[in-house]
């Protein structure tokens, strides 16, 4: 897969699981910070360390259950049960389910920063596409809707178990 393939469908992971899932940016990509050593479940790259709970690993049966960042209330979500997200993680080749789902260059988790960006894209896109010069007036849902449409989904090899 190509590096915009890549982009554009982790992209439309992310956008699509902020709108479906009603979670906030930090929820679904994290945050980079100083890193702190031997601190379990993060990623580290260099003197600083990722810390998410939108991990492959924290979706076992497809269901993700973390503490929001808005008031660390305990949730959970029956990923199957979304139908714009659940297509897109099937998607994603099986050798690449590993650490952050949203991952930016080089395979690692997206920064804030060029998430915002590629988002900024996104929705100038749309709404050149719409005609609507407002970008604010665009829809997080029809950011994911184009997102998705330039993302080409992988053939997926095998059968997961669903959440019941």
């Known amino acids: 897969m190509s590096r915009g393939d890549v982009r554009s469908r982790n992209m439309a992971i992310g956008v699509a699981a902020q709108f479906e899932l009603a979670l906030r940016q930090k929820d679904i990509i994290g945050e980079w910070g100083p890193a702190v050593p031997k601190v379990a479940g993060v990623v580290y ?36 049960d979304y139908p ?3 297509p897109l993680l099937e998607a994603v080749p099986h050798a690449e389910r590993s650490g952050a789902i949203v991952k ?11 998430y915002r960006k590629w988002f900024r894209e996104i929705a100038r896109a749309s709404a050149s ?9 665009t829809s997080l849902g029809n950011l ?21």
């Not at 810390?51 to 990923?79: D, M, Q, V, Y």
């Not at 930016?104 to 060029?114: A, D, W």
């Not at 596409?129 to 007036?137: E, H, K, L, V």
């Open 84 to 86: 714009m997200l659940f």
């Open 45 to 80: 790259a260099g003197t600083e360390m990722w810390t998410g709970s939108f991990r492959w690993e924290n979706i076992p049966g497809w269901r993700l259950r973390l503490k929001t960042s808005k008031n660390r209330a305990r949730a959970e979500f029956c990923l199957d």
């Open 144 to 164: 994911a809707v184009l997102a998705r449409k330039s993302s080409r989904p992988c053939a997926r090899t095998f059968t997961d178990e669903r959440c019941t």
């Open 104 to 114: 930016g260059q080089y395979g690692l988790p997206i920064r804030e920063r060029s």
């Open 129 to 137: 596409m719409t005609g609507n010069s407002d970008i604010s007036a």
